[in-house]
T-cell receptor, first 113, second 113 residues
Framework: DQQVKQNSPSLSVQEGRISILNCDYT??????FLWYKKYPAEGPTFLIS?????DKNEDGRFTVFLNKSAKHLSLHIVPSQPGDSAVYFC????????????FGQGTELSVKP | ETGVTQSPTHLIKTRGQQVTLRCSSQ?????VSWYQQALGQGPQFIFQ???????GRGNFPPRFSGLQFPNYSSELNVNALELDDSALYLC????????????FGPGTRLLVL
């Protein structure tokens, strides 16, 4: 049972344009959501998070949107840069699950110069 | 501030052997979580330790066991290795409170032959 899904395995975007990565979840108990970026041969690097009491959180070029009714979140990167090319994972946790993060399968973003 | 470190970086074992992986948490963090990432998948939660006690466990058999030390570093032990245990093993540390972000180490790549 895949509670967190990233339905697009890959995404290609031109440098300077917006990248939009999507994530869907099924468990309504999730109350904290995170995005991580992963380069080959490295561990995931934390990017940005959002609590379920908010619908938007911004940090520089990165914005995360949460739509609780649709059980959907998205990560917007504006403007996209070649260095953003990596695999992006969304993850979710619930207050009653002891800090366990549930990850999606990842979306590989390629930003072309 | 020192980040999360893991050792060794790579390891090759044969089926039936036992392995111990190590993790040093980020300075000030008292919680360590372990994840297994198979190729092409998102990380899967193995277990979490908070102040030397197991604080949650994922869907992994008992041959996966762990330990946390008074300095909050941690070990993951896997007995009776199987071919399917070949994966990237990730350690993450956090402050252990409500909606605390987990920060990952670079991982240990385990190959079971």
């Amino acid at each position: 049972d895949q509670q967190v899904k990233q339905n697009s395995p890959s995404l290609s975007v031109q440098e300077g344009r917006i990248s939009i990565l999507n994530c869907d979840y099924t468990n309504s108990m999730f109350d904290y959501f995170l995005w991580y970026k992963k380069y080959p041969a490295e561990g995931p690097t934390f990017l940005i998070s959002i609590s379920s009491i908010k619908d938007k959180n911004e940090d520089g070029r990165f914005t995360v949107f949460l739509n609780k009714s649709a059980k959907h979140l998205s990560l917007h990167i504006v403007p996209s840069q070649p260095g953003d090319s990596a695999v992006y994972f969304c993850a979710a946790s619930a207050y009653n699950q002891g800090g366990k993060l549930i990850f999606g399968q990842g979306t590989e973003l390629s930003v072309k110069p | 501030e020192t980040g999360v470190t893991q050792s060794p970086t790579h390891l090759i074992k044969t089926r039936g052997q036992q392995v111990t992986l190590r993790c040093s948490s980020q300075s000030g963090h008292n919680t360590v979580s372990w994840y297994q990432q198979a190729l092409g998948q998102g990380p899967q939660f193995i277990f979490q330790y908070y102040r030397e006690e197991e604080n949650g466990r994922g869907n992994f058999p008992p041959r996966f066991s762990g330990l946390q030390f008074p300095n909050y570093s941690s070990e993951l032990n896997v007995n009776a290795l199987e071919l399917d245990d070949s994966a990237l093993y990730l350690c993450a540390s956090s402050l252990g409170g409500f909606q605390e972000t987990q920060y990952f180490g670079p991982g240990t790549r385990l190959l079971v032959l």
